[in-house]
């Protein structure tokens, strides 16, 4: 296992247990405690984990993972119904981008854990849920965390992304108003626009709901997709 999936093991144990021990990761990973101590550490600068004399605590109280937990598993039906859609575009050995979105994040929850296939993200969330999903070969962008939409982000992992060719890049929305998809978040868009030129489809996920919202960051317009997948049309 390499340190990238083992730091995406160790969150989704936090996640669930809100503690983790240097001896219990240690077997659990069939690693050396020094190499444990590394990862625990590289977790608490990143301030997603707090360290402890011996271990590591989750820094959320059982109500923010409750809430977590919620989101992974009640959806709403129409992002679960747009997710199925797109996951119609998705095929054994490709090399996909995930964004950050909760749509998006429905449609790593329906994937068929069996398939072969490559996925490259900055969402935290879709790097727990893919933890549980050990035959999909998931690459964590790294860098500095921004808790409020929970990604993450480092021009060191831009460059990175630059040299990756996608089948297909999925991506979200906050606002769609005046045909222009938007976010909240400028350091967001910037890994956004490198994947969508990354991207041999681009694939856009979206409720219409967004129709009438403007976040204060503009991705691209509408007209830039190849396709976008919503609640009424299906596909279009």
């Known amino acids: 296992m390499y340190q990238e999936q083992r730091l995406n093991a160790i969150i989704a144990e936090l996640s669930v247990n809100g503690e983790l021990s240097v001896v219990k990761a240690m077997k659990k990973f069939n690693v050396s405690r ?16 707090k360290r402890t004399h011996g271990g590591l605590i989750s820094i959320k109280s059982s109500s ?34 995930f964004d950050v979105s909760t ?3 429905a449609l790593g929850q329906i ?19 893919m933890s549980d999903k050990p035959n999909i070969e998931f690459h964590l962008l790294g860098g500095k965390f921004y808790s409020k939409n929970r990604f ?3 021009l060191n992992e831009i460059e990175l992304l630059k040299n990756v060719n996608f089948d ?9 108003r005046d ?12 890994v956004k626009k490198i994947a969508m030129k990354q991207s041999c489809q681009k694939i856009l996920l979206a409720q219409t709901g967004k129709i009438n919202l403007k976040a204060k960051y503009t991705l691209s317009r509408l007209e830039s997709f ?7 049309n299906g596909e279009s």
Do not use: W
């Open 34 to 49: 020094d190499t444990i101590r590394r990862d625990f550490t590289i977790l608490s600068e990143k301030k997603l984990a």
């Open 64 to 97: 923010d993972i409750l809430s977590f937990n919620e989101r992974l598993i009640e959806m709403s039906e129409e992002k679960i119904n747009i997710a199925k859609q797109a996951k119609k575009l998705i095929r054994n050995n490709g090399i996909y981008f």
């Open 103 to 105: 749509i998006v994040l």
């Open 111 to 129: 994937l068929n854990p069996e398939m072969k296939i490559t996925i490259y993200s900055h969402a935290l969330d879709l790097a727990i849920l």
């Open 152 to 154: 993450f982000f480092s």
């Open 168 to 176: 297909a890049g999925f991506f979200g929305a906050a606002g769609l």
């Open 179 to 190: 045909g222009e998809v938007s976010f909240d978040d400028e350091k967001d868009v910037f």
């Open 226 to 232: 190849d396709q976008i997948i919503d609640e009424k």
